[in-house]
């Protein structure tokens, strides 16, 4: 069961395990505080630390837990792998920073190909007929947020993907779930959202960013491009 409780973000775990590589934009979440850097559980295998520089913010040495804290969430590039195992992310970049409220889902990293479609028609679908907001991470965390009902029928989707990603027609499959399960009175978005929908990510005050998706195949051995804002 999914439940809705801002400002906290709640993981729904469906299945995967990710193997980063250098360039990918990931969903990660705040699970240590030090005084200069912050460990992230992203998926893989050994944990990610965010150093107090990687971010937009200015901060002395101690203040780390003034801006995240354990159980936060946020957007992030993996900058470098180490030979020690060691994986190297920032905040510092367009589309990325700090997630509020919503929920995480997690599906197969390979199934992310599936959940943008080609050209981004099955995320587009997906936030059209919810009106959610939706940030995708490569490494299988999708972040959602808007009504209870938007994140329970986006999560029943993504499960959808999850579990029938091989078959072709899937955009349509969904789409009719998705108009079969409108609530009465719902309404589309006035704005189409990109390729990889919507997200609220803080940097202080500044208003959340979309950052391009320029994959055309939802091939699941692709390597899959970051996600917006």
């Not at 439940?3 to 993981?11: D, G, K, M, N, Y």
């Not at 059209?128 to 959602?144: L, P, S, Y």
């Amino acid at each position: 069961m999914v439940a809705h409780r801002p400002p906290h973000v709640q993981v729904v775990p469906l299945s995967g395990r990710y193997i980063p590589k250098a360039g990918d934009v990931v969903v990660g979440t705040v699970t240590d505080v030090q005084s200069t850097f912050w460990l992230l559980d992203i998926g893989a295998p050994r944990w990610a630390p965010l150093h107090m520089t990687g971010t937009p913010w200015q901060i002395e040495v101690g203040e780390t837990d003034r801006y995240l804290h354990v159980g936060d969430s946020v957007v992030v590039r993996v900058e470098n792998l180490e030979a020690t195992g060691r994986i190297g992310v920032t905040m510092n970049g367009e589309g990325l920073g700090k997630l509020e409220g919503g929920t995480i889902v997690r599906i197969s990293p390979a199934r992310i190909p599936r959940v943008v479609g080609r050209g981004g028609s099955m995320i587009q679908t997906i936030t059209k007929h919810t009106q959610a907001h939706v940030a995708i991470g490569q490494n299988g965390r999708i972040w959602v947020d808007g009504s209870p009902e938007a994140i329970r029928r986006v999560t029943d989707v993504l499960r959808m993907i999850e579990e029938h990603g091989q078959r072709s027609g899937l955009t349509d499959r969904v789409e009719s779930f998705l108009l079969a399960t409108t609530p009465t009175g719902t309404q589309a978005p006035d704005e189409r959202p990109g390729p990889v929908g919507h997200g609220r990510v803080s940097h202080d005050a500044n208003e959340p960013v979309e950052e391009p998706w320029d994959s055309d195949e939802p091939d699941e051995s692709a390597s899959t491009p970051p996600p917006g804002e």
